[in-house]
């Protein structure tokens, strides 16, 4: 989630802050709820679940969807990361002062 003074833009789901809401995420059933509540506060996650709908998805095959294309985001995040680690040149090294 990016956090501004006039604004909060919600990508996908928020991280469990709470002690409530880890525990919640530890059951299929309140992942559900999780995911429910991201459908509301999440642009991405409202566009998934109105695709489904229109698609006439049915429970099951709206969360197959969601998760195959969650982790299609996942595998392309992680390789623009080795990408980029591979393109940026690394600092030099310095040995450390004697204190």
């Known amino acids: 989630m990016t956090r501004d003074r ?12 709470t002690p409530t809401e880890v525990e919640e995420a530890t059951t299929v059933a309140g992942m559900r709820r999780i995911i429910n509540r ?7 996650v409202c566009a998934c679940f109105e695709k489904a ?3 006439g998805m049915t429970s099951e095959e ?16 992680v390789e623009e990361n080795i990408h980029l680690h591979e393109l ?3 600092p ?8």
């Open 53 to 55: 709908w229109i698609q």
């Open 88 to 90: 940026l040149p690394m």
């Open 62 to 77: 709206t969360y197959v969807t969601l998760a195959y294309h969650a982790l299609i985001s996942l595998q392309k995040a």
């Open 6 to 17: 006039y604004f909060t833009i919600q990508i996908g789901l928020r991280e469990p802050e």
């Open 92 to 99: 030099a090294q310095f040995p450390k002062m004697p204190p």
């Open 38 to 44: 991201a459908s509301r506060e999440s642009s991405i």
